[in-house]
């Protein structure tokens, strides 16, 4: 793990408002810490497959972005900020983004239950799926 990336990440997050929210490419930018996505797994597909996943997203022509919902900024201090909810903006079809997901297992992918977090709504104008891990 990057300690002082992990430690710029803690410091931006804690200066958000909750929910606080990251692009999932700043999220694994210096990460390698399994726990801080899926950790409910019993067996974790790995922090990497998670990133390349994930990040891999971003390659395809539905998908404008990917944020990382926050729980807990700082787990501690060896820790980097836990996620367990992604957002996941675009057209991409529900479907799809199971199939692509499928390998994190995910304990479900589909429209937010909730509102979508204000910093995402006032950046894109586009659907928006999540999937989380609980």
């Known amino acids: 793990m990057d300690a002082k990336k992990c430690d710029d990440l803690k410091t931006k997050l804690s200066s958000q408002p909750e929910p606080q929210i990251v692009p999932i490419d700043e999220f694994f930018d210096g990460n390698d810490d399994e726990a801080s996505l899926g950790c409910n797994l019993i067996e974790h597909p790995g922090i990497d497959v998670f990133r390349r996943i994930l990040l891999g997203l971003l390659d395809r022509a539905d998908v404008v972005a990917?944020?990382?919902q926050i729980s807990e900024v700082d787990p501690g201090e060896e820790c980097w900020p836990f996620a367990d909810w992604v957002f996941v903006v675009g057209t991409i079809p529900q479907h799809e983004l199971a199939d692509a997901l499928a390998p994190l297992q995910p304990d479900d992918v589909g429209p937010p239950e909730y509102e979508v977090p204000?910093?995402?709504?006032?950046?894109?104008?586009a659907p928006v799926l999540v999937a989380w891990w609980d």
């Open 66 to 68: 990917v944020y990382a």
């Open 118 to 125: 204000k910093p995402i709504t006032r950046r894109h104008d």
